[in-house]
């Protein structure tokens, strides 16, 4: 079966300091993959899509930055946090059956 | 551009009654509609969609959602609610974006409170 993993669950970083927030899923093959964020525990906002191995397409301009390594696996980077880069940060993936599948996040608290 | 919306920010329940969650949306061509829910601190999770066929999705946890091409509506719906309902609720629209690539446009969610 397919499962989609993410880590770490919670993370208190910084001003000015690097993240690496990573995300994979199993039991497919070149899936689609997304990074959501959640401000406010509220609405997402799409960051970054991937369609393949180094293919990614970012939605806003911001602080942060993706790579997709390996076919399944997916990580948002920053080399400077800002304290406005905190919230809730989900990774998903588009299963075959055109359903969305995510993580379960990645609570960020930039201090 | 793909869009949906939530007008309410927190729905009231009492447990045992009927519960509507409302969504509408814009979009150009046939609409792929999803129902999220989100517990506190967790991810979200899948709920039910709407691709083609017949109005009325049924889903997880006995809810159900009604597709409405004329209203462009599709809210969610429980006959019943339950304490363990209350979470935050998402709508969403699929949009393929420039190239053909699928991605999902979130509402901005519904809280919805079960009250004993």
């Known amino acids: 079966s397919q499962t989609i993993h993410q880590w770490p669950a919670t993370l208190v970083q910084p001003v000015g300091s690097p993240l690496s927030l990573e995300c994979t899923v199993e039991?497919?093959?070149?899936?689609?993959l997304y990074w959501y964020r959640q401000a406010a525990g509220r609405g997402l906002q799409l960051l970054f899509y991937?369609?393949?191995?180094?293919?990614i397409s970012s939605e806003v301009p911001q602080n942060l930055s993706a790579s997709r390594p390996q076919d399944r696996q997916f990580i948002l980077s920053s080399k400077k946090l800002l304290l406005s880069d905190s919230g809730f940060y989900l990774c998903?993936?588009?299963?075959?059956?055109?359903?969305?599948?995510f993580g379960s996040g990645t609570r960020l608290t930039v201090v | 551009a793909q869009s949906v919306a939530q007008p309410e920010d927190q729905v009231n329940v009492a447990e045992g009654n009927p519960l509507t969650v409302k969504c509408t949306y814009s979009?150009?061509?046939?609409?792929?509609l999803f129902w999220y829910v989100q517990y506190p601190n967790r991810g979200l999770q899948f709920l039910l969609k709407?691709?083609?066929?017949?109005?009325l999705v049924k889903g997880s946890y006995g809810f159900e959602a009604e597709f409405n091409k004329s209203q462009t509506s599709f809210h969610l719906k429980k006959p019943s609610a339950l304490v363990s309902d209350s979470a935050l609720y998402f709508c969403?629209?699929?949009?393929?974006?420039?190239?053909?690539?699928?991605?999902?446009?979130f509402g901005a969610g519904t809280r919805l409170a079960v009250h004993p």
């Open positions: 969403a629209v699929r949009d393929m974006g420039s190239g053909g690539y699928n991605k999902l446009i």
């Open positions: 991937s369609v393949g191995i180094g293919q």
């Open positions: 709407y691709i083609t066929g017949d109005n």
């Open positions: 039991g497919t093959s070149n899936p689609n």
């Open positions: 979009v150009s061509g046939n609409p792929y």
């Open positions: 998903a993936w588009l299963s075959p059956g055109g359903s969305y599948t």
